[in-house]
């Protein structure tokens, strides 16, 4: 159970990033600076901070996006007891991977590198920008796009962290619900079309998106955990704040193209 002073500090989070944010909404029309801002303190921020921040930027335009990052994150909870995989990394990346999406973040159309961007602008650390933008093979998209160039700027570092927010990404479906990565990347292609871009994207990137599953499954295997099927990848009740059910409100249900 989440601790009074955890509380605390996750509202405290909240409250700050309110105020940034409503600053932002106020200059949504200017562009983000072209060139990304070093931080201020290379640090991994704390999970309530990116919490907050992902919150804010998605649950009130993007209800559905919001469910999805939650059930991403618990997953991740789970990941993270896996040796190889750095926890505090991987649950700041998995809560942040589609601020990207947010219509106060988004400038390319391109989520990973919007994220990124944005991320990179607010002092977050080079390691985390870096998983987010590169998050479930996302170089192969930049190429499709034609944004190679810019998404270069971040490291993919081809690690079991990556690859477990790879994982997440793949068992989580669009709202939220348990899936399978086979399931996922068929719906994915049926929303879309066989021509639209992520639809071109994901026939190219699948290979790796498999890789990353099928490394992360084996790790999952060797640490004595249950590899994620519809029932097994279901979120556990257990971990940080980001696992409790999101209040949405009424507009909760309204459709989110969520990928």
């Known amino acids: 159970m989440t601790s009074p002073e955890a509380r ?52 009130e335009h993007l209800p559905d996006r919001w469910r999805h990052t939650q059930a991403v994150v618990r997953e991740a909870v789970r990941l993270s007891a896996l040796p190889e995989v750095d926890r505090e990394p991987l649950l700041v990346a998995a809560v942040l991977h589609d601020v990207g999406y947010s219509p106060v973040v988004a400038r390319t159309g391109f989520h990973p590198l919007d994220g990124a961007r944005f991320l990179r602008t607010r002092g977050y650390d080079a390691r985390c920008t870096a998983v987010v933008a590169h998050h479930s093979a996302a170089a192969v998209e930049a190429r499709v796009r034609g944004l190679d160039h810019e998404l270069r700027r971040y490291d993919d570092e081809a690690t079991p962290t990556r690859d477990a927010l790879w994982w997440c990404a793949a068992v989580c479906g669009p709202t939220g619900d348990p899936t399978t990565p086979d399931d996922r990347w068929t719906e994915i292609r049926r929303r879309y079309g066989p021509d639209h871009a992520v639809t071109r994207f994901l026939d190219g990137a699948e290979p790796q998106l498999r890789a990353a599953v099928a490394r992360t499954g084996a790790r999952l295997v060797a640490a004595g955990l249950a590899p994620a099927g519809p029932d097994a990848a279901a979120p556990d009740a257990a971990g940080p704040d980001a696992t409790a059910p999101d209040a949405a409100g009424p507009d909760a249900t309204a459709p989110d193209a969520a990928r």
């Open 8 to 59: 605390v500090d996750v509202t405290t989070s909240r409250e700050r990033v309110r105020v940034e944010l409503g600053r932002l909404l106020e200059e949504h029309t200017a562009d983000l600076p072209a060139v990304d801002r070093s931080p201020t303190v290379d640090a991994v921020p704390s999970f309530a901070e990116a919490r907050a921040l992902a919150e804010l930027t998605l649950a």
